[in-house]
């Protein structure tokens, strides 16, 4: 049986993520939106390539369930976090999308979704690495996370740096100009 044939025959079930906790920061609208067209800056935010270059610098907090207080034990030990959180206002346009022009600038060239760092995707789930600024109790304080307000918090990872860094990696021209645009200096 090949792979189409395996999620035809029901091998690949659909299952149930249960939110761990939500994102609060006020930010109320993403700087990028999904329509038929693709990826294109929302014109309701004063300035979303702005928004998206100082993402960097927003302060979130992150709420746990209370019941969950007790898996943030030893979090505070660590400087960065891995958040994982759900793109929850990610319509059906944008769980259609196949491919889009990066930070859904027109001169970067039409890529596919799963060469992107975008949010739109059949299943918007959406992973940021944060610095962690306080813990009090089931809240962390976290600066860099480019979730909007209200986004269910799926898990919660400690960042180590050397499980994630990789020598000799390649990157395409286009995401060395994205990154040279829109990150910030200290995480380079």
Known sequence: MNDEAAVQAGCLNEFVLNPVGII??????PPLVAGEQGLTVNESCESAIEKMANS??????????????????????YSHLVIVYWGHEIGD??????????????DYPLKGIYSTFSQVRPNPVLVTVVKLIERNGPRLTVRGLDAIDNSPVLDIKPYVAELFSFKNTQIPGWMTKILEEFVDESRK
């Open 24 to 29: 609060k920061n006020g930010i109320k609208t």
């Open 56 to 77: 960097p610098e927003t302060l979130s907090e992150i709420i746990l369930n209370d019941e969950l207080e007790e898996l943030l034990d030893g979090i505070d030990d």
């Open 93 to 106: 346009q944008g769980r259609k999308l196949k491919r889009i022009h990066p930070a859904g600038q027109e």
